[in-house]
């Protein structure tokens, strides 16, 4: 559940608010349940799965043990996925020059999706820090900032069939 479908059902508790409110309140569920449905139909077909980043690592069984297990993994994993373009080491893909990106809410989202808890506001702006982002001022997190991309989740990508375009490529 995400924060903002948490925070309208702590309004729709509440036995203050107006008929209005209640009215409101409860089309914003209905049509987060709606658009959900609609997400999880789209993702089940063979289209939106193909050379899709995304779907291979929702359902990388050892990514998605290294992002549930470890903050650290899963932080760096959203820094690399923000601000950069990847391509699937596949000839078409690569013929074609076809690229895969998301923005950093996105980011976050697939994060929280990997770790079945949590909203992208969790992972959002988490590699800023300096009291701003992450509040990793020692550096005892390990969290990077956005579009940095470590080595160990190069060579997870590399291993799920992922490519790291170089930050001149991102460009064309």
């Not at 702590?10 to 409110?21: N, S």
């Not at 078409?92 to 929280?112: F, T, Y």
């Not at 988490?126 to 990793?136: A, C, F, P, W």
Request: aromatic content about 10%.
């Amino acid at each position: 559940m995400t924060f903002q479908q948490e925070r309208t059902e702590k309004k729709l508790a509440d036995p203050t608010i107006t008929e209005e409110q209640r009215i409101s309140a409860q089309a914003y569920l209905d049509m987060w349940a709606k658009w959900r449905d609609e997400a999880t139909a789209q993702e089940i077909t063979p289209a939106w799965q193909k050379d899709n980043m995304e779907y291979d690592l929702r359902t990388c069984e050892p990514m998605l043990n290294k992002v549930r297990s470890s903050d650290t993994y899963a932080q760096n994993l959203y820094a690399a996925m923000c601000n950069r373009q990847f391509q699937k080491l596949d000839v078409m893909p690569v013929l074609k020059d076809e690229r895969w990106s998301c923005s950093w809410r996105h980011a976050g989202g697939i994060i929280a999706d990997m770790r079945m808890e949590g909203d992208y506001i969790d992972w959002y702006c988490s590699g800023i820090g300096d009291g701003l982002g992450n509040g990793d001022t020692t550096g005892t997190k390990e969290y990077v900032s956005e579009s940095v991309v470590t080595d160990e989740i190069r060579e997870d990508l590399k291993q799920l069939g992922w490519i790291v375009l170089d930050q001149e490529d991102d460009d064309r």
